[in-house]
């Protein structure tokens, strides 16, 4: 198969329909998830509620680690009303976006500081709904793009959701800042109506892509996407499932020591709040498309190989600036050479594990292996104060860098792995 041309490529990114929604989806995914983690936060605080009680309500936001455990049912049944008006999946997306606007505009009359139960309870149901969210936009994307399309669907998905934190985090503070907590919330309820549009407006995927209703037996919802997935890949899924929880654990564990490094060095929270949310944001995106991009022109295994390499290898540049010492410069570069190669393994990595799920269990199986990617290095990250305590900053990165060489060595096998697979798979053709 011919690479695509550029210009060719350019243009369907300009032209084609699923782009765009895909870009608002992204948008929707990505609003809820300050609004019930960080932002919520700063808002707990202000109104007095004690640091130990803030803590505890991170676990509000478990269920986008647990989100696996409910997925499978949103592949095999409609949603309550909208699915007999939209079809599966653009009822269920439909569904838990009307949800989440609700929730965040009942968490905008809440008062923490007086009924700090009824803010947990509609934080818990926003955490909840736009996890649920999240599986069936996946779940969507997947089915209405074959492979191929995946790196610029995810490259959309992204550039939205990043957009969308931005709003949720500076938007969000700003409004609350200069209006109020209330007036925030609200504007973030009612920004939810680009997501509803996106489904209302989305094509529903293919009748042959949807899973049939199990009546006989509710465990098969669960069961059969695990069958499929082991089924398909054979004896490489194990390989497949190692690469997705090693590939960005470097990530996961270097970044809980970022900022600290930052405020260490003499850092001023204005000097960090510019570089790493401002001017790295634009550079973050600038890795994004970077990866969408290659993934359509050069593959998918060139590109997931020299994302693994470069999302790695980036680590040793906060390893100079934790030797270097407090220079601007220096954290400019670091930051830099960090989010753009983050934004492009990421893009790559979205890609790969689209091509690993059948459309028609696309939910479960994309759900299943998003977990699986973020949960050892969450809990390896948990660790991560402790090795800089006992190392150091400079030797902490350059050994979280490291980790890019077991990732370049899995990426290879994988990609032969995946070639030895199309070539039995053209056998029977050429015969």
């Given at each position: 198969m011919h690479a695509e041309s550029p210009r060719k490529s350019r243009l369907r990114f300009l032209t084609d329909r699923r782009l765009a929604l895909m870009l608002a989806l992204g948008f929707s995914s990505g609003l809820p998830f300050l609004l019930v983690f960080s932002t919520q936060s700063a808002w707990l605080r202000e109104a007095g509620v004690s640091k130990e009680h803030i803590g505890l309500m991170s676990w509000v936001a478990l269920a986008y680690s647990f989100k696996f455990l409910w997925a499978p049912l949103l592949d095999r049944y409609d949603a309550p009303l909208f699915g007999r008006?939209?079809?599966?999946?653009?009822?269920?997306?439909?569904?838990?976006?009307?949800?989440?606007?609700?929730?965040?505009?009942?968490?905008?009359?809440?008062?923490?500081?007086?009924?700090?139960?009824?803010?947990?309870?509609?934080?818990?149901?926003?955490?909840?709904?736009?996890?649920?969210q999240d599986i069936v936009i996946d779940g969507w994307r997947i089915a209405v793009a074959p492979p191929e399309d995946q790196g610029e669907m995810s490259a959309a998905s992204q550039v939205g959701y990043k957009f969308a934190i931005l709003c949720a985090g500076a938007g969000a503070l700003y409004l609350a800042q200069f209006v109020s907590w209330r007036a925030a919330y609200l504007v973030m309820a009612c920004l939810m109506i680009v997501g509803l549009a996106a489904s209302i407006f989305a094509p529903e995927p293919p009748a042959h892509v949807v899973a049939r209703p199990g009546h006989e037996n509710v465990l098969a919802a669960f069961a059969d996407p695990l069958r499929d997935f082991f089924r398909r890949n054979g004896r490489f899924a194990?390989?497949?499932?190692?690469?997705l929880a090693i590939y960005r654990l470097p990530d996961f564990v270097s970044g809980v020591m970022a900022n600290p490094l930052y405020i260490d060095l003499g850092f001023s929270k204005a000097e960090i709040a510019n570089v790493t949310k401002l001017f790295g944001f634009w550079v973050g995106l600038g890795g994004i498309f970077a990866g969408g991009y290659a993934v359509t022109r050069f593959g998918l295994m060139p590109s997931l190989l020299i994302g693994g390499i470069a999302a790695s290898a980036s680590h040793l540049s906060l390893a100079a600036l934790a030797a270097t010492g407090a220079d601007i410069h220096m954290l400019t570069l670091a930051v830099c050479v960090e989010n753009f190669a983050g934004g492009f393994a990421g893009t790559a990595l979205?890609?790969?594990?689209?091509?690993l799920t059948s459309p028609l269990y696309a939910a479960a199986q994309y759900a299943l292996l998003s977990s699986l990617y973020a949960l050892p290095g969450k809990l390896l990250g948990g660790f991560s104060g402790f090795a800089v305590a006992a190392f150091g900053y400079p030797a902490f990165f350059v050994a979280t860098s490291c980790i890019g060489l077991p990732v370049a060595a899995i990426c290879l096998a994988v990609w032969r792995a995946q070639a030895r697979r199309e070539a039995a798979a053209s056998q029977p053709e050429a015969a």
């Open positions: 008006w939209l079809g599966r999946r653009r009822g269920w997306m439909a569904l838990t976006q009307t949800a989440i606007a609700l929730c965040l505009a009942a968490l905008a009359f809440g008062d923490p500081a007086h009924n700090l139960l009824y803010t947990i309870f509609f934080a818990f149901c926003l955490g909840f709904s736009a996890a649920t194990l390989l497949f499932l190692a690469l979205i890609a790969f594990m689209s091509s």
